[in-house]
């Protein structure tokens, strides 16, 4: 089995690297890299990473300064310094559920047009319950060759001749990965979901910071929405879109409020969160930022 490659964007991720880097030791297979880059840790990150690159070859650190941040260049750094064909872009807060999940998601490549693999993000049992009924709308259904240039870099995998050929794009607030996705169908490669390759991904923001992920989000889509004609109906009719989305969200999570043992499931927890994710989605698409306040604001957000 050729080298694998797993690039993990970590800032202050000290308590989940804990978690995750022995689940990656423990894995199936053995023959792969993980490459930390890091923007800025101060919670103990950095320390708990170096201890394991001091007694493991495979693992490595590398930097990249605030001032030049952003998801796609950090991805880019990450996988320029990589030596795999196959390269894993994991967020530090999404677990593996199994040891076989690196053998999981990287098995659709021997089918040779698929490009791109993703994998099941379930919600971890700490994530509120409002964020894990997007991650269940998101992420269902067995596994398949999608129709869609849907995929998320939270648990995803590239061939190497992808990258190579279009890059994250570095100026992008986010969905890099979407972005990457649409140009790799555009040139006849497919998109494998892999229900198999799971990780449970701990999300414990605040209503600020939820507020804000979307509204980056947001932006970014309006840029991807601007290339195609049902993306222009949206950016005109965003207020519509928004509030349609927001009685749609509040309406299942209390539907599901039943099923559920995820925290944050009280009817003004929801409210709070489907408030935040509307309008966050509503500035991104009807504001630009400057760079500067972009970085602070959408990279570096306040904890509170």
């Excluded at 030049?68 to 030596?83: A, C, H, R, V």
């Excluded at 449970?200 to 605040?206: I, N, P, T």
């Excluded at 989305?245 to 003004?268: A, E």
Aim: hydrophobic share 35%.
């Amino acid at each position: 089995m050729n080298l694998v490659s797993i690039i993990i964007r970590c800032l202050n991720e000290n308590e989940n690297l804990k978690i995750l880097i022995p689940i990656l030791l423990n894995q199936t297979m053995d023959n792969f890299e993980i490459i930390f880059v890091d923007s800025g840790s101060t919670d103990g990150s950095l320390e708990t990473i170096q201890k394991y690159v001091l007694s493991h070859e495979k693992i490595s650190l590398t930097h990249i300064d605030k001032k030049e941040f952003t998801f796609g260049k950090s991805l880019n750094i990450g996988f320029q310094k990589s030596n795999g064909d196959i390269i894993i872009s994991l967020s530090a807060h999404c677990f593996p559920s199994s040891n076989n999940w690196l053998e999981s998601i990287i098995a659709p490549f021997d089918t040779s047009n698929i490009g791109i693999v993703y994998g099941l993000q379930s919600p971890h049992p700490k994530t509120r319950h409002s964020e894990a009924s997007v991650q269940n709308t998101w992420f269902n259904g067995i596994s398949r060759i999608t129709d869609d240039a849907f995929l998320n870099n939270g648990n995803a995998a590239y061939r190497r001749t992808i990258w190579e050929k279009f890059k994250f794009n570095e100026e992008l607030t986010g969905l890099e990965d979407i972005d990457i996705g649409m140009k790799s169908i555009n040139e006849g490669f497919k998109i494998f979901y892999s229900a198999e390759s799971e990780v449970k991904h701990l999300h414990q923001e605040s209503y600020k910071t939820i507020q804000n992920r979307y509204r980056r989000e947001a932006e970014a889509m309006k840029y991807l929405d601007s290339l195609n004609s049902l993306g222009e109906k949206a950016i005109k009719n965003t207020l519509i879109y928004c509030f349609m989305g927001f009685l749609r969200g509040v309406n299942y999570d209390i539907k599901t409020t039943n099923q559920t043992t995820q925290p944050n499931s009280d009817i003004v927890s929801i409210l709070r969160y489907r408030i935040n994710q509307y309008l966050g989605t509503y500035k991104g698409y009807k504001n630009n930022m400057s760079k500067n306040k972009i970085t602070d604001l959408y990279f570096y957000p306040p904890k509170t």
